[in-house]
Nanobody, 126 residues
């Protein structure tokens, strides 16, 4: 059974750091890509970043460059999103998801991805 479980969301002050985890089960991450998405209140869900089966990273938000880093831990079958120097505009529910693609080509549009975790809330205070 395919399952994705996010954790690590919290209330943090602007400029602080968070590490989000996406634990996968039912499949192995060495073959498939995982995307991170977020949805802020009143806004559409948007792609944040994706890491392919081979470990290549694609980022989708210019403002995250130099602040967010995505990585895999094959032993834990988990993907991490390290968020540094967070800003109030990063406040959102963060989701991980997979479409069982080997690369990240389709992850720019959340509609191409069909297996989602339940999400974890990140709130950044000014």
């Amino acid at each position: 059974q395919v399952q994705l479980v996010e954790s690590g969301g919290d209330l943090v002050q602007s400029g602080g750091s968070l590490s989000l985890r996406c634990a996968a089960s039912g499949f192995t991450l060495d073959a498939y890509s995982i995307g991170w998405f977020r949805q802020a209140p009143g806004k559409q869900r948007e792609a944040v970043s994706c890491i392919s089966g081979s470990g290549s990273v694609t980022n989708y938000i210019d403002s995250m460059e130099g602040r967010f880093t995505v990585s895999k831990d094959y032993a834990e079958n988990s993907v991490y999103l390290q968020m540094n120097n967070v800003k109030p505009e990063d406040t959102a529910i963060y989701y991980c998801a997979t479409g069982f693609y080997s690369d990240c080509f389709y992850y720019g549009d959340p509609q191409n991805v069909h297996y989602w975790g339940q999400g974890t809330q990140v709130t950044v205070s000014p």
